[in-house]
Antibody, heavy 117, light 112 residues
Framework: EVQLVESGGGLVQPGRSLRLSCTAS????????MGWVRQAPGKGLEWVGF??????????DYAAPVKGRFTISRDDSKNIAYLQMNSLKTEDTAVYYC????????WGQGTTVIVSS | DVVMTQSHLSLPVTLGQPASISCRSS???????????LSWFQQRPGQSPRRLIF???NRDSGVPDRFSGSGSGTDFTLKISRVEAEDVGVYYC?????????FGQGTKLEIK
């Protein structure tokens, strides 16, 4: 079964850091780009960024609100994508979904990040 | 950034009746390969989003054929031929042509 499972969410104070993980199974992880999408409470969907597959350079792109603070990486040997979030702000509070970027539509169940003092 | 504008925030529909959701982009979604990367997603209450349609009019595997997508350039439409109770949720269009990819604000489909 093709599956993505996020972990690492929680309550964190403004200015602190958090790292989310997205563990994949059921498909060849290294063949696909992986992305992160977030959803603030009661709001719509917003792309955070994505990382290309190694064959395409493994490069990353980020949305403006997180650029310079968030970093996406991947470990193809472990089938995991990461979202390192630094200098967190209250407006980063959201459910964070990882998503396969490609022909298949695969989303994780989401992990909740609450940034509050 | 490309702004995606959905025509309705809320769409009350009678069971068995058709529904249509429009989405307009602030610039053309035609990519250099000739494809338009416009997708439609459904998000049922308490669930992760699920893609219904990709590249304007292609249904994802397992999506009922009552869902269809159409459009070109900057104007796109998702149609449900006969609404069923399980279709309740929020529908988003999304452009994947220009980074940052952007979603519409969402249309909440509810049963009258």
């Amino acid at each position: 079964e093709v599956q993505l499972v996020e972990s690492g969410g929680g309550l964190v104070q403004p200015g602190r850091s958090l790292r989310l993980s997205c563990t994949a199974s059921g498909f060849t992880f290294g063949d696909y780009a992986m992305g992160w999408v977030r959803q603030a409470p009661g709001k719509g969907l917003e792309w955070v960024g994505f990382i290309r597959k190694k064959l395409h350079g493994g490069t990353t792109d980020y949305a403006a609100p997180v650029k310079g603070r968030f970093t996406i990486s991947r470990d193809d040997s472990k089938n995991i994508a990461y979202l390192q979030m630094n200098s967190l702000k209250t407006e980063d509070t959201a459910v964070y979904y990882c998503r396969l970027v490609g022909p298949m539509d695969v989303w994780g169940q989401g992990t909740t990040v609450i940034v509050s003092s | 950034d490309v702004v995606m504008t959905q025509s309705h925030l809320s769409l009350p529909v009678t069971l068995g009746q058709p529904a249509s959701i429009s989405c307009r982009s602030s610039q053309s979604l035609v990519y250099r390969d000739g494809n338009s990367y416009l997708s439609w997603f459904q998000q049922r209450p308490g669930q992760s989003p699920r893609r219904l349609i990709f590249r304007v009019s292609n249904r994802d595997s397992g999506v009922p054929d009552r869902f269809s997508g159409s459009g070109s350039g900057t104007d796109f439409t998702l149609k449900i031929s006969r609404v069923e109770a399980e279709d309740v949720g929020v529908y988003y269009c999304m452009q994947g042509t220009h980074w940052p990819y952007t979603f519409g604000q969402g249309t909440k489909l509810e049963i009258k």
